[in-house]
C-alpha cells in the first residue's frame, strides 16, 4: 500500500484524483491531504497541486515528489529522493505535446523512476480527452499512476 499526500489549497486535484485514478489503483494507495499525514512520517509520493498558494504548509518528507514546474522552488523545501514537475513548460519532465478536442498528447520529457525502482524513458502518451478538464489535473493523475509503476500504455483518465 502506497500513501499518496496532495498539497493543494482548493480541493480539486485530491477530487479529481479519487474519481480518475483506475479502480485497482485505487485499492492500492491511502490518498489523503499532506496535512493529515503522520508526523515524522512521510508520503510515498506527495503531489503538489497547480493552486497552491505561497501560506500553505509544506511537509518536509517523501520518497518522491510531484511537483508543478512553477512551484519548483518547493523542491528545496522538501526532504525528496527525487522530484519530478509536471506542467506546460519545455522544462517539465511531464508535459503536454498536443491538445485536441478529441485527445491529448502527454509527453515524458526526460528518464522518471518509478516507486517501484523502474526507469522510464522518454516518450509520448496518448490519451483520449474527456471533457473540460485541466491539464493540469490530466498531468498529475498521469504523472501518479506512472510514478505508481503503471505501465505508460496501460495509462487512463
Same mark, same amino acid.
Given at each position: 500500500?502506497?500513501?499518496?499526500?496532495?498539497?493543494?489549497?482548493?480541493? !480539486?486535484? @485530491?477530487?479529481?484524483?479519487?474519481?480518475? *485514478?483506475?479502480?485497482?489503483?485505487?485499492?492500492?494507495? #491511502? =490518498?489523503?491531504?499532506?496535512?493529515?499525514?503522520?508526523?515524522?512520517?512521510?508520503?510515498?509520493?506527495?503531489?503538489?497541486?497547480?493552486?497552491?498558494?505561497?501560506?500553505?504548509?509544506?511537509?518536509?518528507?517523501?520518497?518522491?515528489?510531484?511537483?508543478?514546474?512553477?512551484?519548483?522552488?518547493?523542491?528545496?523545501?522538501?526532504?525528496?529522493?527525487?522530484?519530478?514537475?509536471? !506542467?506546460? @513548460?519545455?522544462?517539465?519532465?511531464?508535459? *503536454?505535446?498536443?491538445?485536441?478536442?478529441?485527445?491529448? #498528447? =502527454?509527453?515524458?520529457?526526460?528518464?522518471?523512476?518509478?516507486?517501484?525502482?523502474?526507469?522510464?524513458?522518454?516518450?509520448?502518451?496518448?490519451?483520449?480527452?474527456?471533457?473540460?478538464?485541466?491539464?493540469?489535473?490530466?498531468?498529475?493523475?498521469?504523472?501518479?499512476?506512472?510514478?505508481?509503476?503503471?505501465?505508460?500504455?496501460?495509462?487512463?483518465?
Amino acid at each position: 500500500m502506497y500513501t499518496i499526500g496532495v498539497l493543494e489549497s482548493g480541493g !480539486g486535484l @485530491s477530487s479529481f484524483l479519487a474519481a480518475h *485514478l483506475p479502480a485497482g489503483l485505487r485499492e492500492q494507495i #491511502c =490518498l489523503c491531504p499532506a496535512g493529515d499525514l503522520p508526523r515524522g512520517k512521510g508520503a510515498d509520493l506527495l503531489v503538489v497541486s497547480q493552486d497552491l498558494r505561497g501560506e500553505d504548509a509544506v511537509p518536509a518528507l517523501c520518497r518522491a515528489l510531484l511537483v508543478p514546474g512553477r512551484l519548483a522552488p518547493l523542491v528545496g523545501e522538501v526532504e525528496a529522493g527525487w522530484a519530478v514537475s509536471y !506542467g506546460v @513548460s519545455p522544462k517539465d519532465s511531464l508535459s *503536454l505535446s498536443s491538445l485536441g478536442e478529441k485527445d491529448l #498528447c =502527454l509527453s515524458l520529457q526526460r528518464e522518471v523512476v518509478t516507486l517501484t525502482g523502474d526507469c522510464l524513458e522518454c516518450q509520448e502518451i496518448r490519451l483520449p480527452r474527456t471533457g473540460h478538464t485541466s491539464p493540469f489535473h490530466v498531468l498529475a493523475c498521469a504523472g501518479v499512476q506512472l510514478l505508481l509503476g503503471v505501465p505508460p500504455e496501460e495509462v487512463t483518465l
